[in-house]
C-alpha cells in the first residue's frame, strides 16, 4: 500500500510569486484535503477535493486554488504569495464523507521571503 | 473563540507519570473525535479515535463528555518516546473536514 507523497519537501519563494504542491493520495483512497500549519499551531482546512471538483472550503482567499486529477492525486496553487503564507502544508487523502481512516503526506515546508 | 481549543503546554513529565490532557469544542453538533500525534517537523498521525463510552489502547485512555463538549487523553507510564505534540481534532461536518486544535505539547524527561 502506498501512502501519502508530496513533493516538493521544502521551497522558498519571494513575496508575490506563485507556487504549486503536489501531493498523490494513498492507494484507494478518493479524496484529497489541503491544510495549512503555521510554527506553533495546529493545521487549519484549506479545500477538500473530491472527483476532480472542490468539496468544501475553509477561511483562505481565492488566490489558493487547488486541482485533483483523474488518479486522485491533487495540486495546491498558491498566487501572489505573502509572507504569511510562509508554514507547512500537508495533504491528507481519505474516503469520501469518512473522517477515519485519514492519512496524511509529511508536507511541503514553504518560506516566503 | 477558536471551534476546538487546547492548553499549549508544555507539559514536563518525568518518566513513568501519569499525565492528562483536555480539549473543549465548540459546535455542538460535532460527531467524530480523534487524537493525533505530530512529532516535530512531521505530520500529524492517528493516536486514537474517541468514543462516548471511553476507550484505552494500551497506555493511552481517551474520554468523551457530550454534554460538556469535552475529550481527555490520559497516557500512563509516560515514556521518553511520548514526548510530541497531542492534537485534538473533531470532525463537526457532514463530509470529512477535520478542526484542529493548536496542539499540546509534552515532553518527557528521564
Known amino acids: 500500500e502506498t501512502g501519502v507523497t508530496q513533493s516538493p519537501t521544502h521551497l522558498i519563494k519571494t513575496r508575490g510569486q506563485q507556487v504549486t504542491l503536489r501531493c498523490s493520495s494513498q492507494?484507494?483512497?478518493?479524496?484529497v484535503s489541503w491544510y495549512q500549519q503555521a510554527l506553533g499551531q495546529g493545521p487549519q482546512f484549506i479545500f477538500q477535493?473530491?472527483?476532480?471538483?472542490?468539496?468544501g472550503r475553509g477561511n483562505f482567499p481565492p488566490r489558493f486554488s487547488g486541482l485533483q486529477f483523474p488518479n486522485y492525486s491533487s495540486e495546491l496553487n498558491v498566487n501572489a504569495l505573502e509572507l504569511d503564507d510562509s508554514a507547512l502544508y500537508l495533504c491528507?487523502?481519505?474516503?469520501?464523507?469518512?473522517?477515519?481512516?485519514?492519512?496524511f503526506g509529511s508536507g511541503t515546508r514553504l518560506t516566503v521571503v | 473563540r477558536k471551534e476546538v481549543e487546547q492548553d499549549p503546554g508544555p507539559f514536563n513529565v518525568p518518566e513513568g507519570a501519569t499525565v492528562a490532557f483536555n480539549c473543549t469544542y465548540s459546535?455542538?453538533?460535532?460527531?467524530?473525535f480523534f487524537w493525533y500525534r505530530q512529532d516535530c517537523r512531521k505530520e500529524p498521525k492517528l493516536l486514537m479515535s474517541?468514543?462516548?463510552s471511553g476507550n484505552e489502547d494500551g497506555r493511552f485512555t481517551a474520554q468523551l463528555n457530550r454534554a460538556s463538549q469535552y475529550i481527555s487523553l490520559l497516557i500512563r507510564d509516560s515514556k521518553l518516546s511520548d514526548s510530541a505534540t497531542y492534537l485534538c481534532?473533531?470532525?463537526?461536518?457532514?463530509?470529512?473536514?477535520?478542526?484542529f486544535g493548536g496542539g499540546t505539547r509534552l515532553m518527557v524527561k528521564p
Open positions: 481534532v473533531v470532525n463537526s461536518d457532514a463530509g470529512n473536514m477535520l478542526t
Open positions: 477535493y473530491y472527483r476532480e471538483e472542490e468539496n
Open positions: 459546535n455542538s453538533a460535532s460527531q467524530s
Open positions: 491528507a487523502s481519505s474516503f469520501y464523507r469518512s473522517p477515519y481512516g485519514y492519512t
Open positions: 474517541v468514543y462516548s
Open positions: 492507494s484507494g483512497h478518493n479524496t
